[in-house]
């Protein structure tokens, strides 16, 4: 118990310091005015204090990175895009890793990829075909994976597992709308649960990355099927990652934007038009330059993990109580988001507004209105 | 001030409401009768449907009020159409003009007792209670050419969660997830979406899920204070009215809605600075004190896996 709530400690303990610091800076406007020259250099002072307390932290602490050397890593969704990309890199570093998905044919694929990246001899690389979106295929994934390590459960859960098929909402049926829920929430939630059982059962202090996505910040036409299981990941991350302290278990989740994998040329293909136009400006990160935010965020002890600028300004206008990973860098995110986000959302507004017409002829092409 | 005049009127809409037989949703129902709204209330027990109508019918404004109730499952498509379609019968066909979402439970308890069956039952009772009936009104809608309103109903553990809430703050974001992409959306259709997020309703709900509250999460909200039905339901009138989209019941309401905006519209950018600084200072101290209650619960909760038989 001593030796998680150390762990812990590092994360509660600069939280704690750095919301006074909000202070000084909010009435930094109404000081603007007339700045008696004792505000203005105590301000000083203070940002100084801040900046020598950030760099002490970062020095004290940077020993307390998660390494991921020798830990028993499972990856669900582990045979393409961003999960098999997460396992590449786990295998580089020296973690045993266990990948799974339904596909056989990729998973042995993607297997001999991991092979080529192996660092030592006694690294245990595997991969399971299981489908992990109910409780009993979770758990029986899970159990498969811990045999090679001697009954016990691994020690981070990577659930990269899901999918997006965007629509419009008046095209969408309850079982569609359930199929949505099922590639997004369940894909990941009941490995979440089969996991935290075996955990705790064995008393093993371990970690579960949940992968969201931006579009659990915020929400645009065409992702009704999408964006609620999204926001689900985010409700349950944000429940566990308070509950599960009764464990000395870790909670991150990730929210990347557009990641150029198969999965993305496939939701492309259905992709509403208008939603498609709204985000041809959009670019898009490689499998692998998510994987390497994903894992650093995890070994930085970050809980919301983004990618990117505008992942951070949705993250920090988006943060409510939840923990950050700097209080001071997310002022600035802050009041960039505040001014900029509105500015964003109107133009897509806008954009909907003028595919009206379109969308009415769409309607009547589809039979949904006269 | 220039757009006070574009306030929505009740008087003369048809308001479906569900979970209109109890809590937020009768009290909702009751406001809407005085003033003036055709209502039709939707909820499964007919005993409390038929108390919940003589109820509404003390508050009748005009003759011309069409007040009806109606017992249906609105947690699926088909209950959900057959609901819309017996309501919209004594209206020549003519779907509502507002859906006022309430229905919904919720059943705290710790995640480690979670299965399958009982995740999936729970997310049905605080998402599926009103995706579906959203679903089904918004299709009618759009047929109909009837630019309505769509106000659901989540709550503020929809904005941030605690221990206890691992089956039910999935399904208030998730609410909310899909009341951002139609709030989107629906500027095709001219269609308006609402999301209120209460914090906690004295209300009947409210007594059935404290007797299954873990004893951390009730620990957690001792301090707390909540709110009538009819304050709420007061609350999410006045927010459908003044057109705003997220719609929050008191302070902190107002803080987290602040905090957690992101993108979606604010109701104004001047007090939300004001109520994102307060929660950017006052949020992470009040998040400390939740972890250190939680922590501090650890040896009680191990005592509580072993007699369970949960652990060794």
Redesign the interface.
Known sequence: MNSSAARNLPLELPEYEKPNNALPLASFPVSMAFPPPWTSSSLALVALALLTALVIRAMLFSSKKWDPRGQHCFITGGSSGTGLALAVLLVQRGAHVSIVARNGERLAKALEMLEQHRQTSNQILKAYSFAVDSESGSAAALNAASKLHEGRCPDALFLCAGASAPAFFVDQTEEALKAGMQMTYWAQAFTALAGTKEMVKQGVKGRIVFVSSVLAFFSIVGYSPYSPGKFALRGLAETLHSELKLYGISIHIAFPATIYTPGYEEENKTKPKITLKIEESDGGDSPEAVATAILKGVQRGNFHITTGFLGELFRSSAAGASPRPSYLLDIVYGLISFIGLPIWRHSVDSTVKAHQKEHREYLRAQGLVA | MFFSSKKWDPRGRHCFVTGGSSGAGLALAVLLVKRGAHVSIVARNEERLQAALVELEKHRQSSEQIIKSYSFAVN???GSTAALQAASEPHGGRCPDAFFLCAGTSRPS???E???AL?RSD?DAS?GAQ??TA?VA??EM??Q?VKGKLVFVSSV??????????TY??????????A???Q??F??YGIDVHIAFPGTIYSPGYEAENKVKPK?TLKIEETDSGSTPEYVAECILKGVQKGRFHITVDFIGNV?RA????????NS?ITD?FY??V??????????S??ST??A??QE?QEY?KQKG??G
Request: glycine share 8%; no cysteine; hydrophobic share 45%.
């Open positions: 699926s498509e088909a710790f995640w480690i979670q299965n399958e995740m997310l998402y995706a579906f679903l918004s299709k759009v047929k050419g553990l929809g904005y941030f969660s605690i221990v206890g809430y691992s703050s999935p399904g208030k974001f998730a609410l909310r997830g899909l951002e992409s139609l989107s959306e500027l095709l951390v987290f905090s957690t905006a992101g993108s979606s519209p604010r950018y600075l994102a600084l929660g950017y200072v006052a949020l992470p101290i009040w998040r400390n939740v972890d939680v922590r619960h650890r909760h896996l949960i652990i």
